[in-house]
């Protein structure tokens, strides 16, 4: 018996290509063009976020970008290091923005992360606002395989915190009379 052989001995059955199979395929890809196209923007705003975060990160590893942060102790005991960054917004709700828009704006957010003390944080008022907001969130979307699932431990707290802050820098910034939306607020951790 040769390699020839063995393979294909082992190589895995395949359906045969027939008309049958070729209609019923193409009456899949209509069932499931028929349900309409899913909007994937959260998951296109978290990979920018996360590949802004990256970036961030490296650069303020090497020193060129101060992150404001600190650490917080978790309620099960372990600490994390959280960095906040504030990123202009090229387009949201159809409102595109320029340089000269965003700039004020970035530069007064970084101006009030730089002064945020994490200490001043009343993390039970975060929890019970992220609680409520993540609530709504879930409660909206009308599709139960879409919801998002209901965060827990060290996630729930940092994502609180995160929350909190979002809430608190857009408040400032309104109250400055700059457009918060010109800004995306961002958040890395790192826990023990």
Same mark, same amino acid.
């Given at each position: 018996?040769d390699l020839d052989d063995?393979?294909?001995r082992?190589?895995?059955?395949t359906?045969?290509r027939?008309?049958? /199979? $070729?209609?019923?395929?193409r #009456? ?7 349900r309409? %196209? &899913?909007r &994937?923007?959260?998951a296109?705003?978290? =990979?920018?976020?996360?590949a802004?975060? /990256?970036g961030t990160?490296?650069a303020a #590893?090497? =020193?060129? @970008?101060p992150l404001p942060?600190g650490f917080? $102790?978790?309620a099960?005991?372990? %600490?994390?290091h959280?960095e +906040? +960054?504030?990123e ?5 709700g159809g ?6 828009d965003?700039?004020p704006? @970035?530069?007064a957010a970084?101006? *009030?992360?730089? $002064? /945020?003390d ?11 606002? *992220? %609680? #409520?907001?993540? #609530?709504?969130?879930i409660a909206?979307?009308?599709d139960?395989e879409?919801?998002?699932p209901v965060l %827990?431990? @060290?996630d729930?707290?940092t ?5 909190w ?6 408040a400032y910034l ?5 457009d ?5 607020p961002?958040m890395g951790?790192?826990?023990?």
């Amino acid at each position: 018996m040769d390699l020839d052989d063995l393979l294909t001995r082992a190589a895995p059955p395949t359906t045969p290509r027939t008309d049958g /199979l $070729d209609r019923e395929l193409r #009456a899949l890809v209509r069932a499931a063009e028929s349900r309409g %196209r &899913r909007r &994937r923007r959260p998951a296109v705003v978290a =990979g920018a976020a996360v590949a802004v975060l /990256l970036g961030t990160g490296v650069a303020a #590893a090497t =020193g060129a @970008v101060p992150l404001p942060g600190g650490f917080l $102790d978790m309620a099960d005991g372990s %600490r994390c290091h959280v960095e +906040f +960054f504030v990123e202009p917004t090229v387009s949201t709700g159809g409102k595109h923005y320029t340089d000269a828009d965003t700039g004020p704006v @970035v530069a007064a957010a970084e101006a *009030w992360l730089e $002064d /945020l003390d994490l200490g001043s944080v009343d993390r039970d008022e975060a929890v019970r606002e *992220w %609680r #409520a907001a993540e #609530a709504a969130a879930i409660a909206s979307q009308p599709d139960p395989e879409e919801r998002q699932p209901v965060l %827990r431990g @060290v996630d729930m707290e940092t994502t609180a915190v995160y929350y909190w802050m979002t809430q608190r820098l857009a408040a400032y910034l309104t109250a400055q009379g700059l457009d918060p939306n010109a800004v995306m607020p961002g958040m890395g951790s790192r826990c023990d």
